[in-house]
């Protein structure tokens, strides 16, 4: 896949998750598809590519939000950074393992992102493991529900530009 | 020739006969339905048979009766939502004779929302009003259930509002049966905490109770909102005789996920000498704010 269609692409991720993905709620919480695509990307096509992708993804949401460049960047790329590194190691292509870095990638975004809301926008965040459970748990349901929704066809898509990977250099 | 002759002359006469009217008579009873149908059998025949042109004329008649049902259902699917656009605008309407105070003090600003936040743990909506509409950084929003958050940027033709769900949202607020005012606080999973309320000991229905109606204070803070705007009802009591406050979770009134039109409050200044938002200290031992 080329850049410019990759480009094409991660803002239409990012747009999705601004416009559509709020009517897709449930229980409070909405699909966090850039997320999804992020981690299944970084499994898919390796860390280096899961980086690229959440640092432009991370870039366009903070675009669409009035909160501080990096509030969606920095967690999503932390996420990218722990999930993609799981790749090759445990269950190979299986996939069992883009649901368990689902989880965690879902886990360290959504700290990340309360991490950030409380100690450093000052806002109310409560740290106990009830509220935190009510908070996160629909979240991770729904991201889980989401994600062979995401997964399919990212990994049509990465086998069918196996060859070489994205590069942002001209090749 | 003359053998069929003789056979209709026999027959006129053998019909006068008794015999022969009985017979005629039977059969036609057991004929006639058989004959009624053969009947209607030969009209479809003949409208068949009349003109291929007519079941042209009829396939014509019918596709312009499809499209015109179909031209029917697009218009009648139109009207219904023009009926509801115009439900909602009514109801705006209604708030907004319902607080000619704000209407003194400037325009609304009526906009509708068109994207959210992209993220479940903040609460915000974009609305398609901005500098160009008179909105400023700050005016409260609202709709014609109630509080719904305030603008946090302006651009030319659009502007970002905080909903109260938000967790940097922190609104003064005040139970309309006891008049205890209180610090409403949204969440990262949008629930609404009323903090704050003072713990009063001069009787039990001095206490906040389920079913407790939540307005704006108009009491200045962090954020600044008009007083007697709804927000919601306390839902759940967060009570404990070991906390010098009561806490109590409110539902809003305004549906979050379908909210659509709101109205911008714009112009609209808290009066200078309303007094500050209620603290932890002060909260204790009284509850009124005048």
């Known amino acids: 896949m080329n850049v410019y269609a990759t480009i094409a692409l991660l803002v239409s991720v990012a747009l999705l998750q601004a416009t559509v993905a709020p009517a897709a709620s449930l229980g409070g919480a909405q699909p966090e598809w850039a997320l999804l695509c992020v981690i299944v990307w970084g499994l898919l096509r390796g860390p280096r590519n899961g980086f690229i992708w959440a640092l432009f993804l991370g870039l366009m949401l903070d675009q669409l939000s009035p909160l501080p460049v990096g509030f969606y960047t920095l967690p999503l790329l932390a996420a990218a950074w722990v999930t993609t590194g799981g790749r090759d190691v445990a269950f190979g292509t299986h996939f069992v393992l883009p649901m368990i870095m689902t989880v965690i990638g879902t886990a360290v975004y959504s700290l990340g992102q309360l991490a950030l809301l409380s100690f450093v926008r000052g806002g109310y965040v409560p740290w106990n493991v009830t509220d935190l459970s009510a908070t996160l748990l629909p979240i991770l349901a729904l991201n889980l529900l989401w994600l062979p929704v995401v997964y399919v066809p990212l990994r049509a898509l990465a086998r069918k530009g196996a060859g070489p990977r994205m590069e942002w250099g001209s090749r | ?290």
């Open chain 2, 1 to 290: 020739m003359m053998a069929g002759l003789l056979v209709v002359l026999s027959m006129t006469f053998i019909q006068g006969w008794p015999g022969v009217a009985m017979v005629n008579d039977g059969l036609g009873r057991v004929l006639a339905p058989v004959a009624n149908v053969a009947d209607a059998f030969g009209k479809q025949a003949r409208v068949l048979w009349s003109a291929p042109g007519n079941s042209a004329v009829a396939l014509e008649r019918l596709e312009a009766l499809e499209r015109e049902n179909a031209e029917l259902k697009i218009d009648n699917a139109k009207l219904g939502e023009v009926t509801r656009e115009n439900d909602r605008l009514r109801e705006l309407l209604a708030f907004k004779r319902a607080r000619i105070d704000l209407d003194l003090r400037g325009a609304s600003v009526q906009a509708s929302t068109f994207a959210r936040e992209p993220g479940s743990l903040v609460h915000g909506a974009w609305i398609d009003a901005g500098h160009a509409q008179g909105v400023a950084l700050g005016d409260p929003v609202a709709s014609n259930r109630g509080l719904v958050g305030r603008v946090t940027r302006v651009l030319d033709r659009s502007a970002h509002v905080q909903l109260i769900l938000d967790a940097e949202s922190s609104v003064g607020a005040r139970i309309e049966r006891t008049l205890a005012t209180g610090l409403l606080s949204g969440s990262p999973s949008g629930r609404l905490l009323l903090r704050y309320i003072p713990q009063n000991v001069s009787g039990e229905d001095e206490r906040v109770q389920v079913g407790d109606l939540v307005y704006s204070s108009g009491l200045s803070g962090a954020a600044h909102f008009p007083p007697m705007i709804p927000i919601g009802q306390v839902v759940e009591v967060l009570q404990s005789d070991e906390r010098p406050t009561q806490e109590a979770v409110v539902r809003p009134f305004v549906t979050f996920d379908e909210l659509d039109l709101v109205l911008v409050i714009t112009d609209w200044r808290p009066d200078p000498g309303i007094g500050e938002e209620p603290s932890l200290e002060g909260a204790v031992g009284g509850s009124s704010d005048g």
